[in-house]
């Protein structure tokens, strides 16, 4: 029998029930991503990827309100779904790096953190597309930024356990929660992020800041262009590109792919940080003397004015 809710290591209690395992199949069965360039009211089924570029905003977002609220761990020894999110709160990270460094082998992740971006698309879509009983947005644990879902649970389990994560239970065998110390509740932060971002970008039609999931901020989530805003959170603040895990896409990579087009590398202007973009980040530090790390920081970025 199943509960409705269970106690996390979250301080304001409950997150409601989701069944890891099926969401994953079906996201795993959904097919690779293709651009939408629409709403996210009007975003089709069944992959959650479809909202990459506005799930980074949301991520980028929340870090510029709580510094390194989330990391990623793609530097990890880890298989990544495509849909999967590389996201932890610091200490969930370093937990898991333990883990994985003891076990001595690679992780295969199918989902780690959930955007209110995705979460609102597995709402809608349900049982449409196999998706089983969802939370609504800010109520799924994978909004903690202290969950995972992992292939081959029974073994990691024993490393895991060594190092802050507890196993949810047989109901749910993939999902693994951090429950170790120095986490914070990231929930009002995730609704924050799109109330401030929508304002950004709607200064006309302002919403409430108040990092609370209510009408107002549901229509403005269903209302956010599916590969993000015009008026990105790096505009005020630059994240370092390069090629990660999803890759990154976005205004800031469109710019860079111009800037390395004038200075003369061959490169696609697609908006999204691939290996093509990659080799021509690279192939300019070398023309320039700076290390050869593909990583477009500050010092790459000056050459490039
Ligand atoms: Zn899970």
Known sequence: MLDTTFNTSNPRG???FEPCFEIN??????????????LLQDAPGCSTSVV??????LIHQMNSIVPNALVSFDDLNVELEDAAFPFLQPSAKQGLQQAILERGIKMSVNSAYRTIAQQLLLCRWG???GYPVVALPGQSNHQSGLALDVEDPDG?????ERHGWRRLGSFDPPHFDYVG??????????MLAIQKLWNKNHPNAQIDEDGCYGSQTENALNRSPAMGFEKAPWDEKPRALKLSRPMMEGSDVKRLQE???????????DWTFGPGTDKAVKEFQQKKGLKVDGIVGPKTLEKMA
Request: hydrophobic share 35%; charged share 15%.
């Open 14 to 16: 409950n997150f409601d």
């Open 25 to 38: 199949e079906v996201e795993a069965n959904s097919g690779i991503r293709a651009s939408f360039n629409g």
């Open 52 to 57: 990459n570029g506005l799930s980074q905003q």
């Open 127 to 129: 049982s449409g597309c």
């Open 156 to 160: 990691w389990q024993p490393f895991m």
């Open 181 to 190: 110390a120095g986490t914070q509740d990231l929930r009002d932060t995730a």
């Open 259 to 269: 800037s390395l087009k004038r200075a003369g590398m061959t490169v696609s202007i």
